[in-house]
């Protein structure tokens, strides 16, 4: 049935079907349903063009498609023909009515048993039935064939097209089998012409590989100066290696025409290596652009409060990146990334270049020769870009002379945010230049490492050069911003010209030559110098700008004269005197600014033990050993020098000695200017000591300055108690009040006894009374003794306020510390290693807040104390100068009025209303002195002064009443108005001060000489009266005795003495008569009189 319409023959064999030679035919299955209604193949273009063109409804799939699973049912249906349609029916009845022929395994000889079985068990009932599905399958088929016949004779023409390719195939593989055995017989047979061909072809051959390597040669400077232009140096140095080696071989020595290329590649070795350094130049001193974010974030790391950093990206702390770096393999470049964006990863592929053209060493050695005007550039630069962010106006600077200065908070601060941006931002910067010099060194070791070379010393050992040169920047800072005498404290960092190996300047070279004196408008100066620079390019690379400006520059700071005014306005107000290898000062140096250096500087040295190489030449506990030095012969004899100009300029002033006017913002009582000012600048030192290392040298230069202000005041206390040349004489110099203030004596010692006292003491009172009138009656006081000017007695109180308050403030410094370095002192053993920590924060010198200390040892605390001794006694020598000045006026105002030569005889026609003017200026006197000390003075310190001056008034008028005979009544009057004019004067100073003694003395002078002498015989009976009484009561009648005599007391009792001066006053008026008689008669009854008193007084 198959064969009937040619399916089985196509399926299996024959040229119908060269496609499925090895498929398998499956009538039923699913693979012919999916044959057969799948569309028909693509059609041949040289297929034969059809009669009757119509499109054909379903064309055969190409196997791919064949073997695919069909399409549903229902989207079949859709294009199925009416034949299409009876053939699916068929197969659905096949597969119901006869399953076993849909089946794989079908055998057809088995069924047709089966149909001719006619046997119960056969199936010969059901042959008709199964004729009719014979015949419904051929109809269906014919339908197929009636519908797809255009399609079955297109196939036929295409069969025999290609039939017929075929054969011809066939037959050009035969002629070429038969052309391949000739030409293996030809081969065969051997030639003479062939070697010569041979010969020829490899003369060829090399011909054109040497014109292959000339064309890469061709190549190589476009390639070399693309890869240089690209920074892939590794690449570059290997193309120009390759091309060197190209160049020596030996087929290429007879081409003339490579010279030019070997003179050009032989330069650019040079040139790449020159390249190379100045790369490396680029990125190690932080020129790149690329390095501007490190050294940033460093310096704000480290404590940069300037704005320009707070943006700063952070980036990996520099072990971190150390670790991330492999040493054991060589720098590789990576085209896809930009290899300056890593610093260091740039600089060990530089190391890398370089080692591969062989110019490792001689680029290390152009390194350190470099490295000193690298640095000294950076430092410059730095400078002046900080110089052009802070304005002049705004840096704290001072009228007076540098350094000789002591700052307020808003100076300090000010000066502060200046040097802590300059500060910062340069060791930001040194730590980034370390930071690249340590891969530097790191990529050597790593290489010499992995060739087995060794340890290189010429190839490591430039850290120490490193370090050497940071010591000497750091220092040449240092002095900068601490020295102000630039004569004899200037620092450079590169040697002075004309100087000695001494240091010390030859007379006969200094002035040899000077580019100033040259013409620098000469055309012959300018030829040589253009010579001069070309010999310096071409022996030192790198050494002077290769673009001409910068030579032009450079020759312009050679020939410009320094007094030339732009140069001059160039300079900065504390740079003025700057010559080569000098800073830009930005600030006003002084010794404060020590304070505001060193925790930088603490800081950054800190950071860089981090960073030196270990095993390397340099030892991290030296780091800080320069600034020891700097220390001990710099710092130590400038801070001497500034403290003592800053306290010559305080003892030196004017007003050093007057009244402050802002007294009362710094102590409770007025003080001089002088002392505030002292203490000011002791505060500053010792503010700024504690931000350094403990030095006792350093403690003592501030106590030889606390004892040089004693000698000062005490100098000037000499000054006020002197007499003036006109009151000098040849025995005294010094005030009876200076006098018993400062030498020993039983009244100096009395005074001390009554101001140590906690209270008033009566005894002590009367004995200092009684030894002020002896000491006046030995030696009479004179006018020039006294104090007559009230400023000298303001002076003195000021004195006492002033060497008090300052010995109290002084004595709040006092600290001891266990830490007894002492520079001074060659004999004390020093310290292995000087305690350089951080003492403060940074903030700290700049804050006025906070315990200020002077830090002394045991031995030095003594002579500290010493001094405050002094100021005490100093304070308590101006006190008891005060003490005795007012009892010395009142001693010599007493004595001028009750002396009848100095003043008016007491004999007197008629009675007086007004006091004596020695009275009144007297009281005039002891109110000013009073104003004066209780303005001055504490409460305790005015009534030390106010305390018995009634008590030495009484004493003094009654002892040398005697001096104002002859006296009468007139006179007595005289005397009493003036005790009650002074009287009414004390109470106003003197608490409960009273003259009723000397009042009640004069009195009895009025009631005359009987009065007197029955007052003696009345305080007898009273004296014997209350003896009795205390005989016979005992104790208890003393009591009531002494209570009774207690009322009693306020009549003054007079002694023997006292009382026969007055009765000699009472008859001098007699006896002073010029008649013999009255006199005569005045002295009988005086004698009696004081018969009778001597009875009364001795009884009692």
């Known amino acids: 049935m198959s064969n009937r319409f040619g399916g089985q023959s196509n399926r299996n064999g024959g040229y119908g079907n060269l496609s499925r ?70 197969l659905e009845l096949i597969k119901q009515e006869w399953p076993a022929m849909c089946e794989n395994d079908c055998i057809p000889v088995q069924l047709s048993l089966q149909l001719l079985d006619t046997s119960s068990v056969g199936r010969a009932h059901e042959y008709r039935n199964f004729q009719r599905t014979h015949r419904y399958l051929q109809d269906s088929l014919k339908k197929i064939v009636h519908e797809y016949h255009q399609g079955f004779n297109s196939s036929i023409g295409t069969f025999h097209k290609i039939q017929g390719s075929i054969q011809t195939s066939q037959k050009k ?54 890869r240089i232009s690209e920074k892939r140096f590794l690449t570059a140095v290997e193309v120009l290696q390759n091309a060197l080696r190209k160049l020596t071989k030996p087929e290429l020595d007879g081409i003339g025409a490579l010279s030019d290329l070997r003179s050009y590649l032989a330069n650019q070795e040079t040139a790449l290596m020159d390249i190379l350094v100045e790369e490396l130049h680029e990125h190690l001193y932080l020129k790149s652009p690329y390095c501007q974010e490190r050294w940033q974030n460093l310096a704000k790391c480290q404590g940069a409060l300037s704005e320009a950093f707070k943006d700063a990206p952070a980036v990996s702390p520099f072990h971190a990146v150390l670790d991330t770096i492999d040493w054991e393999r060589s720098a590789a470049e990576d085209p896809h990334k930009n290899p300056e964006a890593d610093t260091f990863y740039y600089v060990a592929l530089l190391v890398e270049s370089l080692n591969r053209l062989g110019r490792l060493e001689s680029a290390v050695d152009t390194l350190k020769q470099r490295l000193p005007v690298e640095l000294f550039s950076v430092v410059n630069e730095t400078i002046n870009d900080i110089d052009q962010k802070h304005p002049s106006s705004l840096r704290g600077g001072s009228n007076g ?15 502060a945010d200046v040097i802590y941006d300059l500060l910062w931002t340069l060791y930001g910067k040194f730590e980034a230049i370390a930071e690249g010099h340590r891969v530097f060194h790191e990529s050597i070791k790593a290489l010499i490492r992995r060739e087995g070379a060794g340890n290189n010393i010429a190839l490591l050992g430039s850290f120490k050069e490193l370090w050497n040169l940071y010591q000497n920047e750091i220092r040449s800072l240092l002095h900068n911003y601490v020295t102000t005498d630039a004569d004899v404290y200037q620092f450079r960092s590169s040697p002075r010209p004309g100087a000695g190996l001494n240091g010390a300047k030859d007379a006969a070279r200094e002035h040899l030559f000077k580019f100033s004196e040259v013409d620098s408008k000469s055309t012959e100066m300018a030829t040589e110098y253009e010579a001069l620079d070309g010999i310096i390019r071409a022996a030192v690379p790198g050494l002077t700008s290769n673009s001409r400006k910068g030579a032009d520059n450079k020759k312009a700071g050679l020939v410009v004269p320094r007094s030339d005014p732009a140069a001059a306005r160039k300079s900065a107000s504390y740079g003025s005197n700057q010559g080569s290898g000098t800073y830009k000062s930005l600030v006003e140096p002084s010794v404060f600014n020590m304070s505001l250096l060193l925790p930088p500087t603490l800081i950054f040295l800190q950071r860089l033990k981090n960073i030196v190489p270990p095993g390397s030449d340099l030892a991290t506990s030296t780091l800080t050993s320069f600034l020891d030095n700097f220390l001990v012969n710099v710092f130590q004899p400038q801070l001497d020098e500034t403290l003592g100009k800053l306290s010559d ?48 040298a350093l403690s003592s230069l501030i106590i030889t300055q606390m004892l040089r202000y004693y000698d000062r005041c005490f100098s000037w206390y000499k000054a006020l108690v002197t007499k003036t040349q006109e009151e000098t004489s040849s025995t005294q110099e010094l005030r009876v009040s200076a006098i018993m203030a400062l030498e020993p004596s039983e009244v100096h010692e009395t005074m001390r006894q009554l101001w140590q006292a906690e209270t008033t003491d009566a005894e002590l009172l009367e004995k200092e009374a009684n030894l002020l009138m002896a000491q006046t009656k030995e030696k009479t006081l004179e006018a020039s003794d006294i104090i007559q000017d009230r400023d000298t007695i303001s002076s003195l109180c000021l004195l006492y306020t002033s060497m008090k308050w300052l010995s109290v403030k002084i004595l709040g410094l006092r600290h001891i510390t266990k830490n007894e370095t002492d520079s001074s002192r060659a004999n004390l053993p020093k310290p292995e290693k000087k305690r350089w ?29 010493s001094i405050l001794t002094s100021y005490a006694d100093l304070a308590t020598t101006a006190l008891l100068t005060l003490h005795s000045e007012v009892r010395c006026r009142i001693l010599h105002s007493l004595h001028t009025a009750l002396s009848p030569s100095q003043t ?42 106010r305390n018995g001056l009634a008590l030495l008034i009484n004493a003094y008028l009654i002892r040398y009443a005697a001096m104002t005979a002859p006296m009468n009544a007139n006179g007595c009057g005289r005397m009493r108005l003036n005790v009650l004019v002074l009287q009414q004067n004390l109470k106003n100073i003197e608490r409960g001060a009273e003259l009723g003694r000397a009042e009640g003395y004069f009195e009895l002078f009025e009631g005359g000489p009987e009065a007197i002498v029955a007052r003696a015989r009345e305080d007898a009976a009273r004296t014997t009266a209350a003896t009795s009484a205390v005989a016979e009561n005992g104790d208890g009648g003393g009591d009531g005795d002494g209570e009774e005599g207690k009322g009693e007391r306020k009549r003054e009792r007079f002694t023997y003495d006292e009382l026969k001066v007055l009765l000699e006053l009472c008859y001098s008026e007699q006896l002073a008569d010029p008649e013999r008689g009255v006199a005569a008669a005045a002295k009988r009854q005086l004698a009696d009189k004081l018969l009778g008193l001597s009875e009364y007084m001795w009884q009692s």
Request: glycine share 4%; charged share 25%; net charge negative.
């Open 173 to 226: 593989v035969r002629s070429l089998k038969e052309s391949l055995a000739a030409s293996k017989t030809a081969l065969c047979t051997t030639d003479p012409e062939l070697k010569k061909l041979h010969a020829t072809s490899h003369m060829y051959d090399e011909v054109l590989q040497t014109l292959n390597e000339l064309d890469d040669l061709r190549a190589v400077p476009d390639q070399l100066e693309a």
């Open 21 to 90: 030679q090895d498929e398998d035919y499956d009538p039923y299955g699913e693979g012919y349903g999916s044959d057969r209604f799948a569309p028909p193949p693509r059609q041949q273009t040289n297929a034969r063009p059809q009669t009757n063109p119509r499109p054909q409804p379903n064309p055969r799939p190409p196997p791919a498609a064949r073997n695919a699973a069909p399409p549903p049912r229902s989207a079949q249906r859709v294009q199925e023909t009416n034949a299409e349609r009876e053939m699916g029916k068929v």
């Open 401 to 415: 002379p540098h350094g000789l200065h002591i700052y307020g908070q808003r100076e300090t601060r000010m000066r």
């Open 837 to 865: 920590t951080l003492l403060n924060d940074p903030n700290k010198a700049t804050a006025d807040e906070g315990p200020v200390y002077l830090p002394m040892t045991q031995e030095t605390v003594q002579s500290f104390d």
């Open 649 to 696: 300029t305080v003892f030196g002033e004017a007003d050093a000695f007057l009244q402050d006017s802002e007294w009362a913002r710094v102590a409770k009582r007025p003080v001089f200017k002088g002392a505030t000012a002292f203490f000011t600048i002791v505060t500053a030192f010792c503010r700024m000591l504690g931000t350094i290392p403990h030095d006792q």
């Open 904 to 945: 008016a005889p007491y004999l007197l026609d008629q009675e007086v209303t007004e006091p004596d003017p020695q009275i009144l200026s007297l009281n005039g006197e002891m109110v000013a002195f009073d104003e004066t000390t209780s303005h001055f003075l504490r409460d305790r310190e005015v009534a030390f002064v």
